[in-house]
């Protein structure tokens, strides 16, 4: 009995450490994912660029001052999206914010209020 409970003790043990080991291992591993998948971003994002320029330098003089103002036109439209985000989100915050002053003003009055009529 004394020995099954040493080999069940060692076994824990054991298995602890291996749980250990293995925990460290996934640690590791999840690191290298991340890494691989910045540098597989970066990859891609280089591909696309290499593969633009490709398809430039295959257009004609036309063809390119077209394809300019095309991707002009698209980044003007994702910077004025950007820009309305941006003005929504603000916009959602003085709301809050005026919200908050009301609610603290609205507090601050009856307060007042109270205290007159309690003089009263």
Request: aromatic share 0%.
């Amino acid at each position: 009995l004394a020995d099954k409970q040493q080999r069940s003790a060692k076994a824990t043990k054991q298995l602890a450490e291996d749980q250990a080991a293995l925990a460290e291992v996934e640690a590791m591993l999840a690191d290298k994912r991340a890494a691989l998948d910045k540098v597989a971003t970066m990859l891609l994002s280089r591909q696309k660029e290499l593969d633009y320029e490709n398809q430039r330098k295959a257009l004609t003089t036309e063809e390119r001052a077209l394809l300019d103002v095309q991707r002009s036109q698209m980044e003007r439209a994702v910077s004025d999206q950007v820009e309305m985000e941006r003005r929504a989100l603000l916009s959602k915050q003085m709301s809050a914010m005026r919200a908050e002053v009301d609610k603290a003003v609205g507090e601050e009055r009856a307060a007042a209020l109270a205290a007159v009529r309690r003089e009263l």
